[in-house]
């Protein structure tokens, strides 16, 4: 031993049993907060990823702009990058009834518009079209097809490109044609939107209002990728502000859970040594070494239990980006699953660092005010008060139940101490649960099924066609088909194949409408968000669960020399089990209660705040209450087995 | 010359009901080097008088004055180098520190008070205590008289002026309450220490250069028992 400091880390060896625990609460309550801080980067990420594929990676558009304001929009040093789409109308293509447009090749991939093969069209008798409509064809590169513009005039063209599938006009089968920019100015477009993607770091709202009042452009015209700007926190829209207001409460109740969470657990640990302080203070230690000592002992768990915590909820965000990328490698495929490690990591360990140092400032605080009395007088500085309620107890329980109760009542700082332990993760569920709300998930497509394909046709489908379809393998016929639709849904298995059967049979009077790419990005709005959503919610619960049994196993083996005594004057094993049952369930029930009368409240003001309709959360009550009676009773099992294994006379003489 | 001397003190717990006056009016001095034996019967306060005067507790009123110094008028972390540099404690319980070691609870004042144990004397003191063989053995591995010994050690590591007792043979059988009584009284020759001892056992008070009877608060000095 070199200083006096060293007196930590033996102590804490010395109590192996204890520190685990310890450390394990500390563990838990980094992992919650990393959990959700990381699960949240996670989400703005996935969120991100998918509003780019969706809707694009711009900020705002100008609608029918003047090549004035174009250009000067243009040359603007705070905007990245900008281009022209125009909606040239309806056209032909070999007769068939197409879709013709317009895209500046240089903005084409910040809309989607990804060149599978060849080139965009520069010629004027060129044009690009999608890779389903060449594949359903079977053109290539370099054929050429008869066109009729909207203007009516048609001719040949030469296919210069090919460029990845649409969702939407695969779904509608309807193809899209692209124009050279030579073609495109010879026609009249129906809209014309001007693209602006701004730099880095630019205040978009401002630099919107200046363009515009400069400009003179009327507030109509301006259009907003509001998914985008939202998550990038440069939205004007009052829905998506509330919500971000109702994130702040939710995800500072974290911070708040966490920082209660360590704070107990360090404060269990300081509670039960009061002697030992007073012992340090009679030899002469300052106030402010006993301070040291304890914030030696909390830097050492927290050492020991942040890189795990943090490592715990990097995995809870691991198994949340898994399941979304499973679900969706189409949109999710580039994201790597262990790519926002930055960021979200850093504030976790950062919030974790800082939880930790808030937490354990007061416990050193009061052990620091231990004064060295207690070392004399031997008392622990709990006070065993309210001889009488025990009377009523006891008329109305057996003696050791009344006991536990007691035990339980009676330790004002233990019950506060577990109580709002128990209460804070109920609180924190109860509000996380209005997130769990359609309105916050996006939306959901209403029907029980949708199809992956549909079969259309003007000239009606015989019903020996459907017999067929019906039988091939890996697809199902959804609902009753009619004459003119036949709706079939894909089992998952070897879709490409099934789907190439379904082109077999079917003749040219009939459309296929391939759905699947058009509904999986309709499902993923809601599955991102619910991912996450259930996500966070699961974290919170499990994590309550685990710190509730890990604070009432702590509370029971601080307290082993007093139950061996117990054990000593002629308790029996069966009496100490209902003891400690009896205190474990009053604990479990004072948090849930408070638990929930402040989390119901909690969750009224958000809904409130929200303008969305309140029913008393029933089901959820029942819930909360049935896991923590169960809870309470798990808890005890353990330690309860380790306290009956020890014998007794080592027990007492251990402390 | 006065190690430590009070005036007027008194020290009064609860109100009301349940008030106790501990000590009243209590005015006792003590020379360098002597060694002072306190008894009386139980709840007189002469564990409250000990608190007061190795300034663990606040008095109600009066006040102490230890080497020249008035204890109460000392601020916290003052106080707390004073207690570590000047006062010593024994108590009846051993009071040692589970995690340390025998030879790491008797430094335990020395490194708290920012100072490299002189091992020469610390080899001299575990010798002086019978506690060579000992010295990397957990407190629980001790038996009580060994252990008290060790809480002896302890309160003379870092020489302080005064040493405290509070029945440091409580809890020993007589041999080695005799070895634990030889130690002290060795000390206070060696080191020119000053004892306050507090003791039930009358034989171990005839020790004592001079014996303080309590009695409901207040305290009187027996007749020189050996000058
Ligand atoms: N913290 C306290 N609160 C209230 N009363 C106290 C407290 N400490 C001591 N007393 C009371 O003060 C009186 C003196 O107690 P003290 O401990 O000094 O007695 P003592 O002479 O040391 O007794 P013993 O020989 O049994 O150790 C007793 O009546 C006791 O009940
Ligand atoms: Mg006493």
């Known amino acids: 031993m070199k200083t006096y400091l060293d007196l930590a880390p033996k102590y804490l060896s010395g109590h192996k049993n204890k520190t685990r625990l310890t450390v394990l609460s500390v563990v838990m309550a980094v992992a919650l907060v990393v959990g959700i801080f990381s699960m949240l980067d996670a989400l703005v990420t996935f969120e991100k990823a998918q509003v780019l594929k969706s809707e694009g990676n711009y900020h705002i558009l100008i609608r029918n702009p003047t090549q004035t304001e174009i250009d000067i929009i243009a040359s603007r040093i705070d905007v990245e990058n900008s281009g022209m789409l125009k909606d040239l109308g309806e056209g032909k293509i070999n007769d068939e009834m197409c879709a013709m447009g317009y895209m500046d090749g240089n903005f084409a991939g910040n809309l989607n518009i990804v060149l599978a093969e060849g080139e965009a069209p520069k010629n004027d008798n060129e044009i690009m079209l999608e890779k389903w409509y060449l594949d359903q064809l079977a053109l290539h590169i370099g054929d050429t097809v008869n066109i009729a513009l909207s203007n009516g005039i048609a001719d040949d063209y030469v296919i210069s490109g090919v460029i990845n599938d649409w969702g939407a006009t695969k779904a509608a089968s309807i193809p899209f044609v692209f ?60 829905r998506v502000l509330t919500f971000y207001l109702i994130g702040m409460v939710l995800f500072g109740l974290v911070l708040v859970t966490g920082i209660v969470m360590i704070y107990n657990t360090f404060n269990i640990s300081v509670m039960d040594r009061v002697r030992q302080f007073g012992l340090l203070r009679c030899i002469g230690a300052s106030k402010k070494q006993i301070r040291r000592i304890v914030r030696r002992e909390s830097l050492i768990i927290s050492l020991k239990a942040i890189p795990i915590g943090v490592l715990g909820g990097m995995f809870i965000t691991f198994i949340c980006s898994g399941i ?176 190439n059967e379904v082109a077999a049979v079917i003749d040219e009077t009939i459309t296929l409408h391939d759905k699947r790419q058009l509904n999986a990005e309709a499902d993923n709005a809601f599955m991102t968000i619910a991912v996450f959503i259930y996500g966070f919610v699961a974290v919170i619960a499990l994590i309550s669960i685990l710190n509730m049994i890990n604070t009432m196993n702590t509370s029971i083996v601080s307290r082993s020399k007093y139950l061996a005594m117990l054990r000593a004057v002629g308790m029996s094993d069966k009496q100490l089990n209902k ?17 929930c009368v402040l989390g119901v409240v909690l969750q009224k003001e958000l809904l409130d705040f929200l303008a969305t309709d309140w029913s008393f959360p029933l089901y959820q009550i029942v819930g909360i209450t049935v896991i923590c009676i169960m809870t309470g009773t798990l808890s005890v099992i353990s330690p309860l087995k380790k306290i009956k294994e020890t014998v007794i006379s080592e027990t007492i003489t251990s402390l | ?46 564990s409250t008088l000990l608190n007061m005067v190795g300034a663990l507790d606040q008095p109600t009123s009066g006040m102490v004055t230890i080497d020249g110094r008035e204890v109460h008028k000392m601020k916290e972390e003052e106080l707390s180098v004073f207690r570590r540099r000047n006062i010593g404690f024994i108590f009846q319980s051993f009071n040692l520190i589970p995690e340390l070691n ?120 027996l007749g020189a028992s050996r000058r």
């Open chain 1, 179 to 238: 124009v050279s920019k030579g073609t495109s100015e010879g026609l009249s477009a129906v809209t014309s939107q001007y693209f602006v993607l701004f730099k880095v770091g630019v205040n978009i709202q401002n630099t919107e209002r200046e363009i515009a009042a400069g400009l003179n452009i009327s507030a109509d015209r301006v259009g907003y990728n509001e998914g985008l700007l939202a998550l990038m926190l440069q939205t004007k829209n009052n």
């Open chain 1, 324 to 499: 979304l990328k499973i679900y969706n490698p189409y949109l999710f495929g580039d994201i790597s699953i262990f790519s926002f490690s930055g960021i979200g990591i850093g504030a976790g360990v950062l919030t974790g660092l800082l939880t930790v140092l808030i937490a354990s400032m007061l416990p050193a605080k009061k052990a620091a005010k231990v004064s060295p009395v207690n070392a004399v007088t031997g008392s622990e500085s709990v006070k065993i008060s309210g001889r009488q309620k025990q009377g009523v107890l006891t008329r109305l329980f057996p003696v050791e139940i009344a006991m536990g109760v007691n035990n339980a009542i009676n330790k004002k700082r233990t019950l506060i101490l577990m109580t709002s332990s128990i209460a804070i993760s109920i609180i924190l569920l109860l509000g996380f649960s209005v997130l769990v709300n359609p309105a916050f998930m996006g939306m959901k497509t209403d029907e029980p099924y949708t199809p992956d394909l549909t079969l259309t046709s003007d000239q009606g489908i015989t019903s020996e066609l459907s017999e067929k379809l019906s039988q091939i393998e890996g697809g199902e016929v959804l609902g009753k088909p009619t004459e003119h639709q036949i709706d079939l849904q894909l089992s998952g298995k070897n879709d490409e194949q099934t789907v």
């Open chain 1, 579 to 595: 003891m400690v049952l009896a205190q474990s369930i009053t604990y479990s029930l004072t948090g849930c209660i408070t638990g």
């Open chain 2, 1 to 46: 010359m006065n190690i430590l001397s009070t005036l007027n003190l008194y020290k009064t717990y609860g109100t009301g009901e349940t008030k106790v006056e501990a000590l009243k009016q209590v005015s006792i001095s003590v020379s360098k080097g002597e060694f002072v034996s306190v008894i009386g019967p139980s709840g007189s306060g002469k």
């Open chain 2, 102 to 221: 025998v030879e790491e609870n008797i430094v335990l004042p020395i490194l708290l008070d920012y100072q490299k144990p002189d091992q020469h004397y610390i080899k001299e003191l575990l010798g002086l205590l019978g506690l060579t063989e000992r010295k990397h053995h957990l407190p629980s591995q001790l038996s009580g008289g060994q252990q008290q010994r060790v809480a002896i050690g302890r309160a003379l590591a870092t020489k302080p002026a005064i040493i405290l007792a509070d029945e440091p043979t409580g809890n020993l059988d007589s041999k080695n309450s005799q070895d634990v009584m030889n130690l002290l009284k060795l000390s206070v020759a060696q080191y020119h220490q000053t004892v306050i001892m507090i003791t039930h056992n009358h034989s171990y008070a005839s020790f004592a250069d001079r014996v303080f009877q309590v009695n409901d608060g207040m305290v009187r000095e």
